[in-house]
């Protein structure tokens, strides 16, 4: 069901990867309730085995950037943006941004961390956010980074700098691709895709694709995969990834709450691919990669998918559930919806 993890998680800009030990990973962002701002200053990891999504192990803070615990040394106590990771040759790498533009690379011999101190992006860092990682079948990975125009090159073998004679720019561009930033880029049927955030419907809550024969373009866009517009009144931005698990294929996206553009949780979809490799658009749901909810059954107010109007989840915590949440400002034309 979505939203995908406990009430309490608020985690955004998730990058799904099914790592070696066959479980599916998720890395992401933390927004803090209450915070106005983007991200909190670490990262949590979660993984499942589970065929529905619907049970997810925490395995806690993986990489932290205080000033106490400064992960990113060269600027110590500055919030953590969209993270992605990757494995190669036995290591597992978590690739990090934040405000000042910066990007590094942190290493860790588990897929959930902790990782090390990260090293910047040689090439990369100082120049923009939202970094993006793949490995190709025949081993060689490449490095996507930016905002508004998006760059791509190979990495070398070290995963933690960048051959800056192969830079490609303009891969993803406003201009023609509606390109807003959080590129994701997987591969299927000999194709390249990559998800973005997509501005073209007026406000940055789309994420389309584009597809390529090669990794580093040029890229034709194919469409819409999911707009969260009626998540909450004052959504702004959408972000994810997509993923195969377990033979199907699903899109992996945030949706705002508390009438603000913060406090995103991840939720999940699942999508298809149609005979020419084109991806249909799909509605956000409650029910998710779980399947149908039970009519008869109680569900927390946070679960709905589309509020259209003033009404927002808000958070009315108890002693009892310090997490529960309520639909509020409902009335006067005001309207929520659950799809099953």
Known sequence: ???LLPRKF???????????????YLYGSCDISGKKEYCGNEYRVFSTDDPQLSRWTDHGVSFRNTQDEPGIPWRPGVPLYAPDAA???????????????????????????????????AGADGDSIDPAVFVDDDGQAYYLW????????????DM????????????????????????????????????????????ATCMSY????????????GGVIIDNIYCDPCTWNNHGSIEEYQGQWYVFYHRSSQNGFTCRRVCA??????EDGSIPEVEMTSQGPSG????????????ACRLKGNGYIAPEGTPENPNNEILTHCGGGNWTQDWA
Do not use: W
């Open 1 to 3: 069901m979505n939203p």
């Open 10 to 24: 608020f985690i955004p800009d998730a990058e799904a990867h099914v790592m070696p030990d066959g479980r599916l």
């Open 87 to 121: 494995a190669r040759n036995g290591k597992y790498y978590l690739y990090a941004c934040g405000q000042d533009a910066f990007e590094g690379v942190a290493v860790s011999d588990r897929p959930y961390g902790p990782f090390s101190e990260a090293k910047p992006i």
């Open 146 to 157: 930016g905002q508004f125009s998006l760059k791509g090159a190979r990495l070398r073998e």
């Open 160 to 203: 933690c700098s960048i051959e800056e004679d192969s830079i490609v720019t303009g891969l993803l561009t406003e201009q023609e691709h509606g390109f807003h930033e959080g590129a994701s880029l997987r591969k299927r049927a000999g194709k390249y895709y990559i998800v973005y955030t997509d501005i073209s419907r007026g406000k």
């Open 210 to 221: 584009a597809v390529s024969d090669r990794p580093l373009g040029p890229y034709r866009k």
């Open 269 to 274: 979809e699942p999508i298809a691919f149609l």
């Open 292 to 303: 149908p909810i039970c009519a008869f059954r109680e569900i927390d107010a946070s679960v």
